[in-house]
């Protein structure tokens, strides 16, 4: 399930068709269906290389790959989680902000969040939200008093939003509770 969060991270940044793809199956068709294994593993694999090798020093595009990670991390460290269900929890957190601040369309967070609970990644989790905040403020995407956090507009086209830090804990009482 690791995976899945990542294929679907791969899919929500840059990928739009995949995505998709991903509505149309479900897990039982990833378990019995190794030509569609094969498929998402190539897709995903070049989908990570081209945003890799356009940007190898990660000044740019590549920041991108950490969607959902900034809040995720902090949840994964605050409740010793696999990595992948608290990536999941972070993308979720993530599109609410994005609905929050009017730049990703509300349908578009919905099917996300439908798609992570269809591939069985958690989409909450009861946390100290203080925690989560101390935690983010010691994220190492953070410039200054920036935080660098990746941003959906829609579905398949990300971008890095520069949130002032000390906004963030206000955001994360109408974006996790």
């Known amino acids: 399930m690791n995976g899945m969060a990542e294929i679907i991270k ?57 969607f959902g990670h900034t809040i995720g991390h902090a949840i994964e460290n605050l409740h010793h989680i696999p990595h992948g269900h608290a990536i999941s929890m972070g993308m979720v957190a993530i599109c609410n902000l994005a609905v929050r601040l009017n730049i990703l369309e509300v349908q578009e967070a919905v099917r996300i969040v439908k798609l992570l609970a269809k591939y069985h990644l958690p989409v909450d989790l009861e946390t100290d939200l203080q925690q989560v905040y101390q935690a983010i403020r010691q994220d190492k995407k953070r410039q200054s008093d920036l935080i660098q956090l990746v941003l959906l507009k829609k579905i398949g086209e990300a971008f890095v939003y520069p949130l002032p830090v000390n906004s963030m804990q206000e955001h994360l009482k109408h974006i996790m509770a």
Do not use: P, W
């Not at 190539?42 to 590549?62: H, L, P, Y």
């Open 10 to 66: 791969h899919a929500c940044i840059q990928d739009e068709l995949l995505f998709r793809m991903l509505e149309q199956y479900n897990m039982h068709d990833i378990q019995t269906d190794l030509s569609l294994v094969e498929t998402l593993v190539e897709r995903n694999i070049r989908i990570k290389m081209n945003i890799v090798t356009a940007d190898e020093a990660e000044a740019g595009d590549r920041k991108i790959l950490n």
